[in-house]
């Protein structure tokens, strides 16, 4: 899978966590455009279908916008596929949710390092 496939398979993934939150049954580029630039994003159409299409890579301008505007952090973009779909996954939970999964996340790094010492 070649770099922009990968953007493109994360970017898709993106878009489908947000039309699920926002509950819509379409998002075409021109309205994410749109929504994007109204939230203080501006960009382009063109742009986001390249980034979508596997055709186009980002540069660092509009990784932050496309962090900012879908609230996933920059690593998002950089990490493997699995974290990266995990990550996304967070950026919909809310406090309780959040600290529910920070909980189980000591959980296991305590059961794990319990498992080294023995």
């Not at 993106?14 to 749109?34: F, G, Q």
């Not at 900012?68 to 406090?95: H, I, K, M, N």
Request: contains cysteine; charged residues 30%; hydrophobic residues 40%.
């Amino acid at each position: 899978m070649t770099a922009e496939e990968q953007l493109a398979d994360k970017f898709e993934r993106l878009i489908k966590d947000h039309m699920r939150r926002e509950k819509l049954s379409a998002l075409s580029m021109r309205e994410l455009a749109r929504r994007m630039t109204d939230a203080g994003y501006p960009i382009s159409h063109g742009t986001l279908t390249g980034i979508r299409n596997g055709r186009s890579t980002i540069d660092q301008r509009t990784m932050e916008s496309l962090c900012a505007f879908f609230g996933v952090p920059e690593s998002y973009f950089w990490l493997p596929r699995r974290q990266a779909l995990l990550l996304g996954r967070l950026a919909d939970l809310d406090d309780a949710d959040l600290a529910a999964v920070d909980q189980l996340i000591s959980d296991l790094h305590s059961r794990r390092t319990g498992r080294a010492q023995r």
